[in-house]
């Protein structure tokens, strides 16, 4: 290694000449195969200043990567320096104030064993390697946002090292206008967050597991099921998220799944569930767990990585016969080498439209859900089918709903920062300008 070239640059270096660098290059969607030029574990703030000095030095692009989950595989590039901040991974629970901050690194899993301990719930994501900064930035839809709110509506603070270096602490009181913009619009835009810290909820004793499924689903079901879910969200009591699938898998064929939690006894859970079990064959499953055995139970179903293509956009409106059965139609085909293809409903309401559209940066407060578009391959032989088959039926969802969620973002979409924050862009622009008017922290769909 030329370790002049280098000077400046501290915390692990790997290049393409280290033996590491193949793993190292690796994001959670291997579909995605960049290779950048250098990736640096940093370990401390320090490391993360001198890495973003460096850069700038090298006029070398940037990326910001923590758990690697990004669907497009923003946090990696060609040619670029990847900014690792996965070892910075300490958590610190206040018990007193009900408080929990984390170093930039620390992934949802972490999060939830720690709590999970004590008998708090934690309304983040379920995939245990998911980046939770990086989950809080685009906003943080999880299986206990409708009673919660997204995970960023618990965000008290953070410290984010901008890209002179200097460590910016931002919340309601300082720098709320970047504390604003984190909440929906952070990732890898304006800086490099080392911390946030989360006000707690209150613990539980137990929640209700629910898992449902109806195997063998024909499309009668699955709009009959569609339509169901459209007018049960209406007025549905705030305790309970739920995700449901509508998938079509190399194994099993058509499906209807769907999994979530209530925060209450089975019994009160199964009478809100009543409507579903209308349809033929669905079978309902609820188990009474503390809050950490529900989470352990839904995140052993994510495997390590996989290939596929995906995005989700915002749902507002109820649909009519026909568009369900426009929707659901997408669901009958696979594309060839597909092992599962179809769509996923993120059940939205409750603390979620508490908040106002302009509150954070997260726009789409009063979407009643969101629609995902998903296939997922394991040869590469059939990435383009997959990816086309995805790019097909996306021109149908994107006619029937509104905006796109940035966490679950798309590289083909056309004035992408109006999809992504709607009517909160031009402030975003401003805040950009101001702690980022370099473009220093820039990726294929950044704020510019
Ligand atoms: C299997 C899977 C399950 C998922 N489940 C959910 C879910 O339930 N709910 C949900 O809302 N989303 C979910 N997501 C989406 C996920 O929340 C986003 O992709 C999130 O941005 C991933 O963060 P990461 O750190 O793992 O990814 P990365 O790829 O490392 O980062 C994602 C983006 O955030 C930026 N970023 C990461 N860390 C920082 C930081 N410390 N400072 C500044 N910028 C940073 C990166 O530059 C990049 O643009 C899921 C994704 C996958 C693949």
């Known amino acids: 290694m030329d370790n002049i070239y280098y000077e400046g640059l501290t915390g692990e270096i790997i290049t393409p000449c280290n033996e590491q660098y193949e793993e190292a290059r690796q994001v959670w969607n291997r579909s995605i195969q960049k ?13 993360v200043v001198n890495a973003i000095s460096w850069a700038q030095e090298k006029c070398m692009q940037i990326r910001i990567r923590t758990g690697g989950h990004n669907y497009e595989g923003y946090s990696v590039g060609n040619k670029v320096i990847v900014i690792d901040i996965s070892r910075m991974n300490k958590l610190k629970l206040d018990k007193k104030r009900n408080v929990l901050k984390i170093e930039g690194g620390v992934v949802n899993s972490q999060i939830y064993e720690l709590l999970g301990n004590e008998g708090y719930p934690f309304p983040s994501g379920t995939c245990p390697t998911v980046g939770a900064a990086g989950l809080t930035l ?9 009673y919660f709110g997204l995970t960023c509506d618990s965000l008290l603070s953070l410290e984010i090292i901008d890209y002179t270096g200097n460590i910016i602490i931002a919340n309601e009181n300082n720098n709320s206008d970047l504390f604003w913009a984190c ?6 835009n304006f800086g490099v967050v080392v911390s946030m810290t989360f006000r707690l909820p209150s613990k ?5 597991l629910i898992e449902f499924y109806c195997l063998n689903a024909t499309q009668e079901m699955m709009n009959e099921f569609m339509d169901i879910w459209q007018n049960w969200l209406i007025d549905l009591d705030e305790r309970i998220t739920l995700v449901s699938r509508l998938h079509n898998t190399e194994e099993e064929g058509k499906e209807i799944y769907g999994r979530g939690i209530f925060y209450g006894l ?11 079990r209308y349809i033929e064959g669905m079978k309902i499953y609820i188990e009474y767990l ?7 139970d839904i995140e ?4 390590d990585f996989e290939k596929f293509k995906s995005t989700g956009r915002f749902v507002y409106r109820n649909y009519n016969s026909d568009e369900i059965n426009n929707i659901t139609d997408i669901v009958q085909s696979r594309p060839e080498g597909s092992i599962i293809s179809g769509l ?10 508490d908040v106002n559209k302009d509150e954070t940066a997260f726009y789409y407060r009063n979407a009643k859900y969101i629609m995902l578009i998903q296939s997922v391959w394991e040869d590469s032989r059939y990435a383009k089918d997959n990816i086309n088959w995805v790019k097909h039926n996306f021109k149908y969802i994107k006619s029937v709903t509104k905006g796109s969620y940035v966490n679950f973002p798309y590289s083909d979409l056309k004035c992408y920062d109006n999809e992504y924050y709607g009517k909160n862009v031009c402030r975003l622009k401003e805040i950009n300008e101001k702690y980022d008017p370099y473009n220093v922290f820039k990726f294929p769909q950044s704020i510019n």
């Open 35 to 47: 290779f950048p030029n250098i990736i640096v574990y940093c370990s401390n703030k320090s490391d």
């Open 138 to 146: 685009g906003g943080g839809w999880g299986l206990s946002c409708r």
């Open 183 to 188: 909440r929906g619009a952070g990732g890898g």
């Open 204 to 208: 539980v004793a137990k929640v209700s």
């Open 266 to 276: 089975p019994e009160e859970a199964n009478e809100i569930l009543k409507p579903f």
């Open 290 to 296: 503390t809050f950490t055995q529900a989470i352990e």
């Open 300 to 303: 052993g179903s994510y495997p």
């Open 344 to 353: 996923s409903l993120y059940a939205l309401g409750g603390k979620v439209k």
